[in-house]
C-alpha cells in the first residue's frame, strides 16, 4: 500500500513538507478481514484541526503514522462472511492506496444508478448530510424562509443552498471566492443571489443580496461572514454554526464577531452543532437527496484531484478554495 502520513504539524497553512509517502506492505485478510483497494478519497476541512495537537471532538493524527478519512474502495480479498470480492465499501481507511481491516468497519455501498462512487464522500455521504441536517433541524428551516449560506460553491455549502430552494425558501443567498464560482451559484445551483467576499466587505454586499433581512444563516466561515450575517437577521433568526473555516489555519483567535449583543434584542438562535448526532435523519436524508439526483433537480459537483502522491495537494487546494463541490482524489 501507498500511504500518506503527518510527518509534522502544520504552522499556519499546511506544506508539502508536513507530509510523507510511504509504502507498506500488506498481508492477506484473516477471519473478519478484508483488502480493499480504494478508488476515492475524500479531504475534509476538519481534517485540518486533527492535524493540530489539541483536543477537539476527534483526536489528533499521530504524526508518523498514515492519516485516516473516508474512502470508497473495492473488496479485493475477503475473509469475512457478508463481503465479497468486488463489493464497493465506504470505510474509514482513507488516505491510502489499500487497506486491510476488520470487515465491521467497513459499509457495503448499493451504487444508486447514474451515480459515481464517490458521491458517497459527498452529497450522499458526512458532507451532504451535514447541510441537510443543519438546515432542516439545527436551523429549523421553514418555507418562506431567506437562507444565506456562507462557502456557498462547496461542498456542504452548495447542498445547504438547493436544499433550501427545494424546499421553498423565500430567497437563497450564497457567498463564495471567486467570481466563476458565484455565476456558478446563480446560473446552474439556482440561488437567487450570490457574491464574492473578496469583492468588498461582506456586511455591504450581504445588506445588497438580502434587502428584506435574513431569515437562517448557515455558516461553514465564521468571522466577518458570521459578523455581518448577526447585522442583517431578522427578529427570531436562526444560524447553524457549522464551521469556521477562515480561522482554521489561524495562529491568533479571531478579533469577531464585534457585535454578538445584537442576538439579544433579535431574540436569535445560534447553535452549533456535529453531523455525527444527527445519524437518525440518515434515512430520511437518503432517500429525499437520492430523489432529487435522480430527478435532475439537485446538482451536485466535485472536483478531482488524481494519484495518491497528490493527496496532500488536494488537501491543501481545498483550504484555499481550489474546489466547486466536493473535492475527492481519484486513485
Ligand atoms: P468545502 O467544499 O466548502 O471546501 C472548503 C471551502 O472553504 C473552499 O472551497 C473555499 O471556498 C472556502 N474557504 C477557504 N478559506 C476561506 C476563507 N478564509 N473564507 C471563506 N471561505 C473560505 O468544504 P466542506 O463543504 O467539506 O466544509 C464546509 C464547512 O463545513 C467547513 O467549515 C467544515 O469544517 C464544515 N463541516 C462541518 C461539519 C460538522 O459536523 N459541523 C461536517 C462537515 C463540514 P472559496 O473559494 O469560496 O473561498
Known amino acids: 500500500s501507498r500511504e500518506i502520513q503527518l510527518a509534522a504539524r502544520p504552522q499556519g497553512e499546511p506544506k508539502n513538507s ?31 484541526g486533527r492535524m493540530n495537537d489539541v483536543k477537539s471532538y476527534t483526536p489528533p493524527f499521530a504524526l508518523n503514522e498514515t492519516m485516516t478519512g473516508g474512502a470508497v474502495g473495492e473488496v479485493v480479498a475477503s475473509g469475512a462472511d457478508g463481503l465479497s470480492v468486488g463489493d464497493l465499501v465506504l470505510h474509514d481507511r482513507g488516505w491510502r492506496t489499500h487497506a486491510l481491516m476488520p470487515a465491521q ?24 448530510l451535514t447541510a441537510y441536517a443543519g438546515l432542516l433541524e439545527v436551523a429549523a428551516f421553514k418555507p418562506g424562509d431567506v437562507v444565506f449560506v456562507s462557502g456557498a460553491a462547496g461542498a456542504v455549502g452548495s447542498a445547504v443552498g438547493q436544499i433550501a430552494r427545494l424546499k421553498g425558501a423565500g430567497r437563497v443567498i450564497g457567498s463564495a471566492g471567486s467570481s466563476e464560482k458565484v455565476a456558478h451559484l446563480t446560473g446552474v445551483l439556482g440561488f437567487d443571489a450570490a457574491f464574492n467576499y473578496k469583492d468588498a466587505p461582506v456586511l455591504q454586499q450581504l445588506r445588497k443580496a438580502a434587502p428584506d433581512g435574513i431569515d437562517v444563516y448557515f455558516d461553514n466561515v465564521g468571522g466577518d461572514h458570521l459578523e455581518a450575517a448577526l447585522s442583517v ?92 463541490g466536493k473535492m475527492v482524489v481519484r486513485l
Open 233 to 324: 437577521f431578522n427578529p427570531f433568526g436562526r444560524a447553524a454554526l457549522c464551521g469556521a473555516i477562515s480561522q482554521y489555519n489561524a495562529a491568533q483567535p479571531p478579533s469577531g464577531p464585534r457585535n454578538l449583543a445584537l442576538a439579544v434584542g433579535k431574540q436569535l438562535t445560534l447553535k452549533g452543532f456535529i453531523v455525527s448526532s444527527y445519524s437518525h435523519l440518515f434515512a430520511a436524508f437518503v432517500q429525499e437527496v437520492s430523489g432529487w439526483i435522480a430527478s435532475g433537480e439537485l446538482h451536485h459537483d466535485e472536483t478531482v484531484i488524481e494519484g495518491i502522491e497528490n493527496t496532500p495537494g488536494a488537501f491543501m487546494g481545498l483550504l484555499n478554495g481550489q474546489n466547486t
Open 18 to 48: 508536513d507530509f510523507a509517502l510511504v509504502e507498506r506492505e500488506l498481508g492477506q485478510p484473516g477471519a473478519g478481514e478484508v483488502l480493499v483497494r480504494n478508488l476515492y478519497l475524500t479531504v475534509d476541512p476538519y481534517m485540518r
Open 105 to 128: 468497519a467497513a459499509r457495503k455501498l448499493d451504487i444508486q444508478p447514474g451515480v459515481s462512487p464517490s458521491a458517497y464522500l459527498g452529497i450522499l455521504g458526512m458532507p451532504g
